[in-house]
């Protein structure tokens, strides 16, 4: 593997996922590998789960780690070329990828979308122009657009809960306060796409996601209807994308509850993490023995090592 930007990096997704499940069973089986290279994650959002898993996963190929925040910390970047740069912004991409190339063998991005411009949002410009101007391979710890490590996570987690050969698997929308990203819900459904599932996304009216990644996807708007019979249940909020970045509405009536559950196959409830308590899903369905989130958030750390490996392996 050359780069991680999106699930499309992936050769081969059943092999992808063997190769993780045999890391979690021996973690350090690859600890040579990464021994005095260095990975550079940088942040310009907040995390908790992929920052620890990717470093952890990382320290488990003998890779030694440096994180750095810029959001505050760093010099605030600029990407437009040929720019006065008389203004806010210190230093150019141009040089910060050039000179991070120095000191690292990976660089690892995390860049959320303005959710106010669609098209500097789906140019990927902070994810890509890293990529453009950094000489090593680039690691997308969730973009503008995509968040490949958490799709590769739930691929995991997918095959080794699943219970019938060809699981139906459902996204659906669920109500938040805040205008959030759209790369979740992105990349869960190209994972889904690649995989052997019955795959259906639900969500209201007004909340339909980029018709390139949904592609011949069915959707139901009755979110009933979609969860009957459904052995996964992946929630998730999204801002609506056709109305760009807007809460159209944050309908209570799509929580997830004990009720709606009842409507699956004993369906496994997951979700990427962070979750809002009684807005997205009610206390009891989270404190069942129904959701999954906590070993999902676990395998964080096998789909980055597997990510990781593959890289060192090709540098
Ligand atoms: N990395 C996982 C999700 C990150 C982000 N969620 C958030 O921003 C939630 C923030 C909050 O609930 O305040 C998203 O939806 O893409
Ligand atoms: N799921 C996920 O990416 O979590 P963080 O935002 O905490 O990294």
């Avoid at 890509?128 to 101007?133: E, H, I, R």
Wanted: glycine fraction near 4%; charge should be negative; charged fraction near 25%.
């Amino acid at each position: 593997m050359k780069h991680y930007l999106t699930t499309d990096d992936i050769d081969s997704v059943p092999k992808i996922i063997e190769e993780a499940i045999a890391l979690k069973k021996d973690p350090y089986q690859a600890e040579q590998l990464g021994k005095r290279k260095t990975l550079g994650m940088l942040f310009f959002n907040s995390s908790l789960r992929t920052r620890l898993s990717t470093q952890k996963a990382a320290m488990q190929l003998g890779m030694q780690v440096m994180v750095m925040n810029f959001s505050g910390e760093a010099w605030s970047l600029e990407f437009e070329d040929g720019s006065v740069m008389n203004g806010s912004t210190s230093e150019h991409i141009r040089e910060a990828a050039a000179v991070i190339s120095q000191y690292c063998d990976i660089i690892a991005v995390r860049a959320f979308p303005t959710l106010t411009d669609k098209d500097k949002d789906e140019e990927e410009y902070v994810l890509k122009s890293f990529q453009k101007y950094a000489s090593v391979p680039i690691v997308n710890m969730e973009s503008a657009t995509a968040h490949p490590l958490q799709a590769l996570t739930d691929a995991i987690t997918i095959t080794e809960l699943k219970t019938r050969k060809k699981p139906k698997v459902v996204l659906s929308w669920a109500p938040h306060p805040k205008a959030l990203p759209h790369a979740v819900a992105n990349s869960f459904t190209s994972m889904m796409q690649k995989m052997d599932v019955e795959f259906v996304i639900t969500h209201p009216v007004g909340y339909e996601l980029n018709p390139e990644v949904t592609g011949d996807t069915p959707i139901v708007y009755d979110q009933d209807e979609a969860l009957k019979d459904a052995d996964f249940v992946y929630v998730k909020n999204w801002s609506s994308y056709k109305d760009y970045g807007k809460v159209l509405h944050s309908d209570p009536a799509w929580r997830i509850s004990q009720d709606k559950m009842a409507l699956t196959n004993n369906g496994k409830f997951m979700h990427c993490l962070p979750v809002r308590r009684n807005v997205i899903v009610d206390d009891a369905v989270l404190d069942s023995p129904q959701s999954v989130v906590i070993q999902q958030a676990n395998n964080r750390t096998f789909a980055a090592q597997v990510v990781l490996k593959q890289i060192l392996e090709s540098l």
